[in-house]
Each structure stands twice: as structure tokens, then as C-alpha cells.
């Protein structure tokens, strides 16, 4: 097993409370000081759990800069006062970036007992399918 230090430990609290301020803030109709609050905790919680240089070269990948542009426009829209606007750059941006840890995520989730059973219905399937698939992007 690997040691956790005290400050991946902050970082992990900081970006469970950015994903919860987040789904507040949609939950509360957008809210626009809920989300940029969201947002910026999630940020420095992953900042904090990886470290400042180890996120700098994830968001600044040549072949991610197109999905770092669209999650730091999102979320400036968002800031500026446009949250319906900046969620949808944000979420296109969350997509280009963590679309290469998502067939990871959906082989884990169908081995989680009454989860995978519902993975592998024939609708979802075929989504859960689409999204798991590896792109292009993931090659170069």
C-alpha cells in the first residue's frame, strides 16, 4: 500500500466539498456563487492531492489544451455571471480531459455487484459501451 500525507488528505476533502458545492449549486438552480465556489475547490483539491506541477502538465498537454480551454472557459463564464452557459463549456471540457480514464472507470463499475447488472441492460449498455470505448485522442 502507499502512504497518504496530510496534504492529499486536505486535497481530497476540498475536492469532495468542490463536487458537493457543485451539485448544489445545480441542484439550487445554477446558482451562480455555488458553482465558481465548486469549481474552485475542486481545482485545488486536485492541486492538492497531485501536486501544482503534476496538474499544470495534465491541463496543459498538447493534445488536452482544446479540453482545458473549454473547463477554464466554463468555469470564467460562470465567474462572469452566465452559469447555464459556463456548465456546459465545463462539462464539454470535463469530457476531452477525463475521457481517457473512462473506460478504467466503467470496466471498474461493472464489477460493483447490483451496479454491473444495471451497466449491462441493453440501453444503457450500449451508452455505457460508447462512453468505455477509447478514442483517437487517447492515442497520440
Do not use: C
Request: glycine share 12%; proline share 4%.
Amino acid at each position: 500500500m502507499f502512504e497518504i500525507s496530510d496534504t492529499q488528505k486536505i486535497g481530497v476533502g476540498l475536492a469532495g466539498f468542490g463536487v458537493f458545492f457543485l451539485f448544489l449549486g445545480m441542484l439550487l438552480l445554477f446558482d451562480k456563487s455555488l458553482l465558481a465556489l465548486g469549481n474552485i475547490l475542486f481545482i485545488a483539491g486536485l492541486a492538492a492531492v497531485i501536486g501544482l506541477e503534476r496538474t499544470f502538465r495534465f491541463f496543459f498537454q498538447r493534445h488536452k489544451i482544446r479540453g482545458s480551454i473549454a473547463f477554464f472557459g466554463g468555469i470564467v463564464i460562470v465567474l462572469v455571471g452566465w452559469p447555464m452557459v459556463g456548465m456546459i463549456f465545463e462539462a464539454y471540457g470535463f469530457f476531452l480531459l477525463f475521457s481517457g480514464f473512462f473506460p478504467v472507470a466503467i470496466n471498474f463499475l461493472r464489477r460493483v455487484p447490483i451496479l454491473g447488472t444495471i451497466l449491462y441492460l441493453p440501453g444503457i449498455s450500449k451508452l455505457i459501451n460508447w462512453l468505455g470505448t477509447p478514442t483517437e485522442q487517447q492515442y497520440e
